[in-house]
């Protein structure tokens, strides 16, 4: 795979390339969009020729028997992260912020209180706020550099109406992997304080040399009983529009409750989704995954360090996701300004920090995973658009 080809994405509806003028008012032509979490890549081609084959067959109707998506999940759980699902049950959803979504529908009530470890990815929030839940912040500590969660400080912070946790690992939009003890602390807070933890590790397979993920189960099986693990291989392989996740729960009271929610809904497996998700469970597309870290850890140390060099800006240090966490309170400016010089002057996209919650306020979210050419052509952009701090 050459992930230095360069394709044009424009006009065929893509909601990253093509959405830059109503969002941002950057025109399509001029736009460097970084905002939206999926590659400038195709995926591999065990995904590619899988969809090949179902259109030579030319049927498209509805699915069954999940036995090979389950198995493939299973293989790959294994292999890759070291975690036996055995027989947990696997729900596939609509994605997962719909799963999520559906988390919260089913062991929630109005009222509850969900806590969130801010900042937190922008989506979870926009779900919440059209619930009658209530969001409990919890904002991350920043310690030399990197995040950690303040367990001392939270449980100071409880009202007792708490019944849910969201967790991010790796977190979006920081990039944390969180270590196991650190994944211990959240299953041991989750449990003291009769919360269900629910787990969204959808970024699991896009880890930096250096880091390690470890699965919520592995890390902290004495919470299993009060866990929703949240997977998909949509980012893994950029075919985040098949709207295709799992939610996989080996409580088997909560797998109930579960089932019946999705009944109640009338929801149901798109076809496509399974069959290209069971096609990226593969050795050849765990091959293809291999060489897309290294290009991204270089991808993260061209833009990071570019960015490092402009005064007053800090690039949190990698250590998953392809997703750059910028800070820009060094500057002094305030939001309108740094904002103003991305989008009108650098004609870049971002999802701004002040959309995911407390902490979040004085940065911005750049996706990295592009054609190195394109991150390089960013950091120039961004440090002319800073030229009078240099
Ligand atoms: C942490 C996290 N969860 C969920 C999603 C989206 O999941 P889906 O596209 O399956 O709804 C994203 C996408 O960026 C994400 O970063």
Redesign the pocket.
Known sequence: MDFDELFERRSTHSAKWDRMEESYGISKDEGLPMHV?EMDFRPPKEIQNKLRELNQHGFYGYFADFTEYENSIKWWMKTRHNWDIGKSKIFATH????GMALCVDAFTKPEDEIIMFTPM?H?FFNVLNATDRKIKEFPLLLEDGKYRMDFAKYKKQLSGKETMLIF?SPH?PGGRVWSPSELNEVADFCKENELLLVS?E??HDLIMPGSTHTVMPIAAPQINDHLIMLT?N??TFNI?GI?T?NVIISNTKLATIFERKMKSLGLGPNALGIHLATAGYSEGAANWLDSLLTYLAENFRIFNSGIDKIPGCKAMPAEGTYLAWVDFSGTGMSREEFTSRIEKSAKITTVHGSEMGKGGETYMRFNIATPKSRVIEAVERMQKAFKDLQ
């Open positions: 979490a994605g997962l912020v719909n990815y989506a991010c979006n969204d959808i970024h998909a949509t980012k985040a709207h996740g």
